[in-house]
């Protein structure tokens, strides 16, 4: 596709539910990352991936957070039993590949908010 | 932790140049300096990189310093459209790959 795409869009879910976020990156790039962003904070990276493994999942907040990449191309992020303070805009990026002369390029989030 | 010192706000007038400065005394030879910015909670857009030599595209010239150790975003007609939080990033080396550490930014208000 011509940029990063993500869904849903928004979603809104009760407190404790499980939810599936979606990226489609960039066709051929290699990278993607995920990164999460509360209201009025800044962004905070979350996992990256490269292929299929991950070989960076440092950022992710807590083992309710789990992501996996298939053939090399989307990626879904999972949050299980969802908090309030789930609530942020989750962000997914991709570049062709993961040296630093590579660009990033962000697609436009998922806003995710827990009642 | 961000390697990067941003002011936290700036004010352009529209029409003029918005010169957006970035200190990254700590930058390693064979890292990038990127600048992105973010429009309301947006997906951060990409504006321009560089590593030694100045650069220019469409959107911005980005000038870095001999040392290294400073760089200025240069928008030369700042529109209201401009009006963003501007995010200065030096690629991390890390585990073999390299992701972008964002910071706080500066929050530029073009005024008209």
């Known amino acids: 596709g011509a940029g990063v795409s993500q869904s849903p869009s928004n979603k809104v879910t009760e407190k404790g539910k499980d939810v599936e976020l979606r990226c489609d990156p960039i066709s051929g790039h290699t990278a993607l990352y995920w990164y999460r962003q509360s209201l009025g904070q800044g962004l905070e990276f979350l996992i990256y991936?490269?292929?299929?493994?991950?070989?960076?999942k440092s950022g992710l907040p807590s083992d309710r957070f789990s992501a996996e990449r298939t053939g090399g191309s989307v990626s879904t992020l999972t949050i299980q039993r969802t908090q309030q303070e789930d609530s942020a805009v989750y962000l997914c990026?991709?570049?062709?590949?993961?040296?630093?002369?590579?660009?990033?390029?962000f697609g436009e989030g998922s806003w995710l908010t827990v009642v | 932790d961000a390697k990067t010192t941003q002011p936290p706000s700036m004010d352009c007038a529209e029409g003029r140049a918005a010169n957006l400065p970035c200190n990254h005394s700590t930058i390693s030879g064979n890292e990038y300096v990127y600048w992105y910015r973010q429009i309301h909670s947006q997906g951060p857009q990409y504006i321009i990189h560089?590593?030694?030599n100045n650069e220019t595209n469409e959107m911005a010239s980005l000038i870095i310093t001999e040392d290294r150790k400073s760089s200025t975003l240069i928008l030369p007609h700042a529109t209201l459209r401009d009006t963003a939080v501007y995010y200065c990033?030096?690629?991390?080396?890390?585990?073999?790959?390299?992701?972008?550490?964002f910071g706080a930014g500066t929050r530029l208000a073009v005024h008209p």
């Open positions: 990033i030096v690629r991390v080396a890390s585990g073999g790959y390299n992701k972008l550490i």
């Open positions: 560089g590593l030694k």
């Open positions: 991936f490269q292929g299929n493994s991950a070989p960076d």
């Open positions: 990026a991709s570049s062709r590949d993961r040296g630093p002369g590579n660009t990033i390029y």
